[in-house]
């Protein structure tokens, strides 16, 4: 997992705290559309696209190949975020940045931030179907918001731009109270068979 090194112990800490918050906040949002895609109390789920992103594509086809050479009917679900469907009113050029800054470290590590329905796809996958869950704050609170979606952002950041980690702790800060702010995203979830017969 070359672009998630949690070896750093300053990322490792702040994952761990994010995580399972991300996973309570959004479980509400996603389950309707569990449901949609036949996933129910009887299934095992594994889910992989918040570790498959930082894969290089060796990795991630054979990770795919042992669900997809099972001989009985296999549904891999995947839920992937996607930095470029981030919108942020006020618009600010320093988050932007860092966003920006993140994709090119992690493109350079190996990862791909697009997981979905091409995936699969690419991977001899059938009965392809994808959904697009938005979030934002309005729905699920501004501070909420902010912490699943800030330490992503600013996850990126090297010293030379801790500049911009400041700026963009200021919008978070000077928006929190401001009516008009939004901070939203989309969350993209595919869901695939090992074959393409029912």
Same mark, same amino acid.
């Given at each position: 997992?070359?672009?998630?090194?949690? @070896?750093?112990?300053?990322?490792?800490?702040?994952?761990?705290?994010?995580?399972?918050?991300?996973?309570?906040?959004?479980?509400?949002?996603?389950?309707?559309?569990?449901? @949609?895609?036949?996933?129910?109390?009887?299934?095992?789920?594994?889910?992989?696209?918040?570790?498959?992103?930082?894969?290089?594509?060796?990795?991630?086809?054979?990770?795919?190949?042992?669900?997809?050479?099972?001989?009985?009917?296999?549904?891999?679900?995947?839920?992937?975020?996607?930095?470029?469907?981030?919108?942020?009113?006020?618009?600010?050029?320093?988050?932007?940045?860092?966003?920006?800054?993140?994709?090119?470290?992690?493109?350079?590590?190996?990862?791909?931030?697009?997981?979905?329905?091409?995936?699969?796809?690419?991977?001899?996958?059938?009965?392809?179907?994808?959904?697009?869950?938005?979030?934002? @704050?309005?729905?699920?609170?501004?501070?909420?918001?902010?912490?699943?979606?800030?330490?992503?952002?600013?996850?990126?950041?090297?010293?030379?731009?801790?500049?911009?980690?400041?700026?963009?702790?200021?919008?978070?800060?000077?928006?929190?109270?401001?009516?008009?702010?939004?901070?939203?995203?989309?969350?993209?979830?595919?869901?695939?068979?090992?074959?393409?017969?029912?």
């Amino acid at each position: 997992m070359l672009s998630y090194d949690l @070896s750093n112990h300053g990322l490792l800490e702040c994952e761990v705290q994010r995580l399972p918050l991300q996973a309570q906040v959004l479980f509400p949002v996603e389950a309707p559309f569990l449901q @949609s895609h036949a996933v129910s109390d009887s299934c095992s789920l594994w889910e992989s696209a918040a570790a498959m992103e930082h894969m290089s594509p060796d990795i991630t086809m054979r990770i795919l190949s042992a669900p997809y050479s099972r001989k009985a009917l296999t549904r891999v679900i995947a839920i992937d975020g996607d930095d470029h469907t981030f919108v942020f009113r006020p618009g600010s050029d320093a988050i932007q940045a860092l966003l920006d800054a993140k994709g090119r470290k992690q493109a350079t590590r190996v990862g791909d931030r697009h997981t979905g329905a091409e995936l699969f796809s690419r991977h001899g996958f059938g009965l392809i179907k994808q959904d697009c869950i938005p979030v934002n @704050s309005k729905t699920i609170g501004w501070d909420t918001c902010r912490s699943v979606i800030g330490p992503v952002i600013l996850s990126g950041a090297d010293n030379a731009e801790s500049g911009l980690v400041d700026r963009a702790k200021t919008w978070f800060e000077e928006n929190r109270e401001n009516e008009t702010a939004v901070m939203s995203a989309l969350i993209f979830m595919v869901s695939a068979s090992n074959t393409t017969l029912l």
